[in-house]
C-alpha cells in the first residue's frame, strides 16, 4: 500500500475480532467497522477512530435509533450486557419493500410515531453503547431437544481447524442438516 493507507472502512458481515487484529497488524492503520442494512439506507453504527476494541459494530450513527427485541434465549434483562434482535428505528428507515406487503408487515412496524426495522441480526450492546453481533436469526436452528444453535458459529469454529481448507453447514438439507468440508492435502 506504499506506507500511505491510514484508514480501512469494513462493512458487510460482522468482521470476527481475530480478522480485525489481523488486519490492523497487516495493514499499520486503523480498521474502522461499520453496520447497516439496506432497509436503513445502509447507516446503523460504525466503530470512533481512537476505539482500539475488537469484535464491535460500534455505537449508533447520528439520528439512528437503536434498540433490542428479546428473541428466543436472548433477553434485553441479560448480565453483563442487554442481547437480542436488532430493531432500528429513525428517518433513515425505509417505508417497505416493493410490491410486497406481507414481507413489509413482518420488517417493519410503527412505535411512538417512529418507524423501526427488525434487522433479524442478534446483538449485545455493552456499557459503552458499542454493538457487538452474535447471531442472526437466519443461521439458527431449533435441534430435537429444544436447544437453538447458530449454524455460523459451528462454520467460524471448524474453519480455523489447519487442515480444513473451506466448509459449508446447511440446515435444510435433510432432517439432520449436511456439512461439506474441503480437506486440504
Known amino acids: 500500500m506504499g506506507g ?6 469494513v462493512g458487510g458481515a460482522p468482521l470476527s475480532e481475530t480478522t480485525h487484529s489481523r488486519m490492523r497488524a497487516l495493514f499499520g492503520c486503523t480498521i474502522q467497522v461499520g453496520y447497516g442494512a439496506t432497509e436503513t439506507c445502509a ?6 477512530p481512537c476505539d482500539l476494541r475488537t469484535g464491535l459494530c460500534g455505537g ?3 439520528g439512528v435509533l437503536v434498540n433490542l427485541a428479546d428473541w428466543g434465549e436472548y433477553r434485553i434483562t441479560d448480565k453483563p450486557y442487554p442481547r437480542g434482535e436488532v430493531l432500528v428505528g429513525g428517518p433513515n428507515v425505509v417505508n417497505g419493500y416493493f410490491l410486497r406487503p406481507e414481507k413489509t408487515k413482518e420488517a417493519f412496524f410503527e ?3 417512529v418507524r423501526w426495522f427488525k434487522t ?3 446483538a449485545e450492546i455493552d ?4 454493538i457487538r453481533i452474535i447471531d442472526r436469526i437466519g443461521d439458527i436452528i431449533k435441534l430435537d431437544n429444544g436447544e437453538y444453535i447458530a449454524l455460523g458459529k459451528i462454520e467460524m ?5 489447519p487442515v480444513i481448507e473451506n466448509l459449508f453447514v446447511n440446515a435444510k438439507a435433510g432432517a439432520r442438516g449436511c456439512v461439506c468440508i ?3 492435502q
Open 4 to 9: 500511505k493507507l491510514r484508514i480501512v472502512v
Open 43 to 48: 447507516c446503523i453504527s460504525g466503530t470512533l
Open 60 to 62: 449508533p450513527c447520528h
Open 111 to 113: 412505535m411512538d410515531g
Open 120 to 122: 433479524g441480526d442478534i
Open 127 to 130: 456499557d459503552t453503547g458499542a
Open 157 to 161: 469454529y471448524l474453519k480455523e481447524h
Open 182 to 184: 474441503a480437506v486440504s
